[in-house]
């Protein structure tokens, strides 16, 4: 089985717990206005990878991970696109005992049997999932994503029905997600979840914007600076200030799901 793969990073550190060999997945439904990396959009582009293919490559990080508790994370686009391909992933990983992290946003997320079947056996090869939840509330959420929330919500719940370890990651966006209600909101829906271990604010950047200009797309936050040291503390207070972890090191990371 082969995976639409958009890049690699072999030594990332802000994508889960230790030095992470993080895959980037091709393909994703949400189009989100501040998205760093617009071009893993496309359905059908990106390189073709085999398991085996990159288990060989993987092998050769194992060192790293093994010393500071590391392992591999998939991100995207939207990896769970590709849900069955990572299951015959994560089954090679597991056999040599690495950990094993799923950065999602959940849009194509579905009660679908089929979807069902392929997400209940991955999430048993999983260690943690990263769910970014973008706006709690589901028109906003479409205005910031094109796409309402409601299933991601759904997915968010069943992760914790399946107690499986979850960090949630929050884009802060002036003008969009940086707004006290909505974000006591959300602070009000992850107290309900048992298995939240940690909630990252990402503070918006403009890093990504070459690439949209490189596609010759227009790019949506136009005249968005990003927030000020005071929101983003703000932000970290409101979500939970017993679980919440300030994520200086993240302010240039990468991430678009």
């Given amino acids: 089985m082969k995976g639409r793969i958009h890049s690699i990073e072999t030594c990332g550190t802000v994508d889960g717990p230790g030095l992470r060999y993080v895959i980037f997945t091709q393909g994703c439904l949400l ?6 990396n617009p071009d893993t959009w496309k359905m059908g582009e990106g390189k073709e990878m085999s398991v ?24 995207g686009g939207e990896p769970l ?23 999602s946003s959940a849009g194509c997320f579905s009660r679908s049997p089929r979807f069902m079947k392929n997400l209940d056996k991955l999430l048993e090869l ?24 409601e299933q991601i919500i759904d997915m968010a719940n069943y992760l914790d029905q399946k107690n499986v370890p979850v960090w949630i990651r929050h884009v802060l966006v002036p003008g969009g ?19 939240v271990e940690k909630i990252e604010v990402l503070p918006y950047h403009k890093l990504g914007v070459y690439k949209w200009e490189n596609l010759g797309l227009p790019y949506p936050l136009e005249g968005v600076e990003p927030p000020t040291e005071d929101r983003v503390k703000n932000a970290e207070n409101i979500l939970n200030p017993v679980k919440v972890v300030s994520q200086e090191k993240l302010r240039g990371s990468l991430y678009c799901v």
Avoid: W
Wanted: aromatic share 8%; charged share 25%.
């Fill in 31 to 36: 189009r989100c206005k501040f998205c760093h």
């Fill in 52 to 75: 085996q293919e990159l288990v060989k490559d993987i092998k050769d990080y194992l060192p790293f991970f093994q010393s500071t508790n590391g392992g591999v994370t998939v991100s």
């Fill in 81 to 103: 696109l590709q849900a069955a391909f990572l299951v015959e992933l994560f089954t090679e990983l597991k056999k040599l005992g690495i950990h094993t992290t799923i950065d």
């Fill in 126 to 149: 999983t260690d943690l999932v990263l769910l970014d939840l973008k706006h709690i509330d589901p028109v906003e959420h479409k205005e910031l994503t094109g796409m309402s929330n």
């Fill in 177 to 195: 997600s940086d707004n006290d209600a909505y974000l006591q909101r959300l602070s009000d829906f992850i107290v309900t979840l048992n298995n």
